[in-house]
């Protein structure tokens, strides 16, 4: 499991991490003044919070295949 998590936390690397879900969501407000459409998500790999464009569902799929662990079904 721990090298899964490794391929995961990858994914964080070059992300902007927020250390809550308020610090996220005020960035994300920002941005979506300036007609930037972004939500926060919790990451499962870093335990923190980063920005997307897109779900939130098809983030984790994205995660999850690359650490080889098939995509999530909803």
Same mark, same amino acid.
């Given at each position: 499991?721990?090298?899964?998590?490794?391929k995961i936390k990858k994914?964080?690397?070059?992300?902007?991490?927020?250390? #809550?879900?308020? *610090?996220?969501?005020?960035? $994300?407000?920002?941005?979506?003044?300036? +007609?930037v459409r972004v939500k926060?998500?919790?990451?499962?790999?870093?335990?923190?919070?980063?920005?997307?464009?897109? #779900?939130?569902? *098809?983030?984790?799929?994205? $995660?999850?295949?690359?650490?080889?662990? +098939?995509?999530?079904?909803?």
């Amino acid at each position: 499991m721990r090298h899964n998590m490794a391929k995961i936390k990858k994914s964080c690397r070059d992300k902007k991490r927020y250390a #809550s879900r308020e *610090a996220a969501t005020r960035r $994300a407000i920002e941005l979506n003044r300036k +007609g930037v459409r972004v939500k926060p998500y919790n990451c499962p790999a870093c335990g923190g919070w980063h920005l997307t464009h897109r #779900s939130p569902v *098809a983030v984790l799929n994205d $995660a999850f295949i690359e650490a080889g662990m +098939g995509p999530v079904y909803v």
